[in-house]
């Protein structure tokens, strides 16, 4: 079974083709192929297909290395948009991507760069439903108390600012996301974000995903970090500086968002036969 691993600042996913898949993809056998030690080693799984509607090039389904499954990655989707276009799926430098948060349209700029627009962010969601219009809240975590700003964008994002890169920095991330991302506020557990404004366009930030940890980048974490600097009083587009380098989201009407970064193909791969026997064994 080939496989090609890509990565997008440092935010890795084995990329499928449903068609060469000879078993179905459930929790423990993703578990097993994102495992660092005994698998490929990654942060999750893009599996693609032939599209359900006209219109779109392909459909992506995501997983995380724990089993679940995510509407949307923006560092994957800009990965599979990449890997779309170099194994020949299309030949159009723009086109349209299906994800279980909806249709993607992409626009390819260079060999390793792309911008991907990726619908219209929410403040209001069933993932946070005690929410209010602004998508406010506190919780008490690792022992201390945290005021986010939730951010629907395809998945859910708890987008907290703090005073400067230096307690950023300090943040002991692995501690307090777990805490977070499981907090009975979020039902469908969250993402989180923790940001500090370097400039009016420019923030850093740090990243914890459900289902994955702290990661070096995160596209939907840099544009619920991005959306609630805007709305504090931030400028549009926003450069994210991220542990992996550097992604640019921009804001638009109605909380229009578009992604802009860059993503590229680490190597292509083909699972061993006594690999495939133990995950056919498994359920």
Known sequence: ?????????????????????????????????????????????????????????????IFNPDGSESNLSGNGAREAVMYLRQRG????????????????????????????AIGTARLRSDDYPSGDDGGWGELAAAGQRWRFRHVAVGNPQCAISVADEA??????????????????????????????ALAPDVIRARIF????????????????AAVAHVLDGGRSPVRVVL??????????????????GTAQPVFTGVLAPGFIEELNAIE
């Open 1 to 61: 079974m080939e496989f090609e691993k890509w990565q997008a600042l440092g935010n890795d996913y084995v990329i499928l083709e449903r068609p060469r898949v000879p078993f179905e993809l459930t929790a423990a056998r993703i578990r097993a192929i994102c495992a660092p030690h005994t698998g490929v080693g990654s942060d999750g799984i893009l599996l693609l297909d032939a599209p359900s509607r006209e219109g779109s090039v392909a459909a992506m389904r």
């Open 209 to 224: 995903e459900r289902g994955v940890g702290e990661t070096t980048a995160s596209g939907t974490g840099a544009t619920g």
């Open 89 to 116: 799926w299309t030949d159009s430098p723009s086109f349209s991507l299906q994800t279980g948060a909806g249709e993607v349209r992409a626009r390819i700029e260079s060999e390793r760069r792309c911008t991907i």
């Open 243 to 260: 542990d992996g380098g550097e992604l640019q989201v921009e804001v638009g009407e109605q909380l229009a968002i578009s992604l802009s």
């Open 167 to 196: 307690q950023l920095l300090a943040l002991d991330v692995r501690a307090i996301g777990p805490e977070i991302e499981r907090h009975e506020l979020f039902p469908n557990r969250t993402n989180v974000s923790w940001y500090a």
